[in-house]
Each structure stands twice: as C-alpha cells, then as structure tokens.
C-alpha cells in the first residue's frame, strides 16, 4: 500500500533559523511528489511538483528535493507568514492524478 | 473571484440527519474531487469525477453519495450522519495533474 510520512509533526523555528522537513514514501512506481501549504481553516495550496530523483524546485524561501525514498522541504530564513502545515503527497504509478496519497503533514510555527 | 467555493462552509447536525454540501469551480477544471480531512489532519480523497464521469470511489460508505450534474459542480450528499462522519470536507479541481485547486473546506459536526 502506497505510504507517506512526514516528520517532524511539528516545528517551531525563530525567524531567520533555516531548517527543513521531511517527506519519506513508498510506493509502487512513483509518478510525482507534491508539496502544499495549509493555512488554518483553508484549503490545501499547491507549491511544487516533482518527478525524478534529484529534482529540485523553489520557490521564494522554499526549495524542494526529491530522492529515491524521500523529499526535503529547505526552508531558508523563514519569515512569520511561512508558518503553516506543509502537506507531501504522492502519486502512484498504477494509479491516474485523480489519487494522490497525502500524509498527515509538518505544523511549521516560526516566531518573529 | 473565488476559484473553487463550497456551501455551507459549517454544518452542525444531529445523528441519523441527511446534509448535502455543494462544490462549484469557475477554472474550467475537468476533473473534481471530494477529499475528507480528519481530526488528525490526515487528507484522504473520497471521490473523483472527470467530466461528470465517476473515476474514482474509494471505499466510501454507500450512505455517501456525490452528483456531478456538469463539469464545473460536484455536490456531496450524506444519508444517515454518524459520529465518525465529522471532519472537514473539501470539494478540490484540476486539469488532470497533481496540482489541485482546493475550496475552504466545510467542516462538518455530527452531534
């Protein structure tokens, strides 16, 4: 069964501390990784999308990574306005871009 | 403009009650999506539609039914609320890639 886990679950960092999350999956044939942003009582937002091992996407104080096993989120001297919960999820390759498996994400706080 | 919206955006009802909740897009998406998120904040899709066509249903309970009268509406409808129904609810669109387009959610509270 196709697997995501995010760690840490939650993360508090001061402004300007770089850190990142992490995005470990298994699945059967992976077809693309995505990362979103959820804001309190919002919607998911997408950020990146990734398609091959040692891809790389940014955006802003973002970067995203992709291994054979897992993503990385860097973010780079965040800002308060970056706190969010920040969502992986993937696609299989058995499976169309109408399912992407999510995992239960990061809660990232940064503090002014 | 809002790009996907969905009614109500809360629902509070009693055990045993039926609830609908309406999804509309203005992308021109072909594809739309129920995901249910729960207390965890664990996101898991529920259905897909691609143009009206049922794609996907993911082992949801029959008590669940979604309707797609055109592409740019997907509505949810829950026969028979339980507990266990309660979370929150979002209606999503795409052109067929990874990249989903949420509404704001309708969180739902069974009593």
């Known amino acids: 069964e196709d697997q995501v886990t995010q760690s840490p679950e939650a993360l508090r960092l001061q402004e300007g501390e770089s850190s990142s999350l992490n995005c470990s999956y298994t699945?059967?044939?992976?077809?693309?990784l995505f990362w979103y942003r959820q804001d309190p009582g919002k919607g998911p937002e997408f950020l990146f999308t990734l398609y091959s091992a040692g891809e790389e996407k940014e955006k802003e104080r973002l970067k995203a990574t992709l291994t054979k096993k897992e993503s990385f989120l860097h973010i780079t001297a965040p800002k308060p306005e970056d706190s969010a919960t920040y969502l992986c999820a993937v696609q299989a390759g058995n499976t169309g871009f109408q399912k992407l498996v999510f995992g239960t994400g990061t809660r990232l706080l940064v503090s002014p | 403009d809002t790009a996907v919206s969905q009614t109500p955006k809360y629902l509070v009802t009693q055990m045993g009650n039926d609830k609908s909740i309406k999804c509309e897009q203005n992308l021109g998406h072909d594809t739309m999506y129920w995901y249910k998120q729960d207390s965890k904040k664990f996101l898991k899709i529920m259905f897909s539609?691609?143009?009206?066509?049922?794609?996907i249903n993911e082992t949801v309970p029959n008590r669940f039914s979604p309707k797609s009268p055109d592409k740019a509406h997907l509505n949810l409808h829950i026969n028979s609320l339980e507990l266990g129904d309660s979370a929150v609810y979002f209606c999503?669109?795409?052109?067929?890639?990874?990249?989903?387009?949420f509404g704001e959610g309708s969180r739902l509270t069974v009593l």
């Open positions: 699945v059967s044939g992976l077809r693309g």
């Open positions: 539609y691609n143009n009206k066509e049922l794609i």
């Open positions: 999503a669109s795409s052109i067929n890639t990874g990249e989903l387009f």
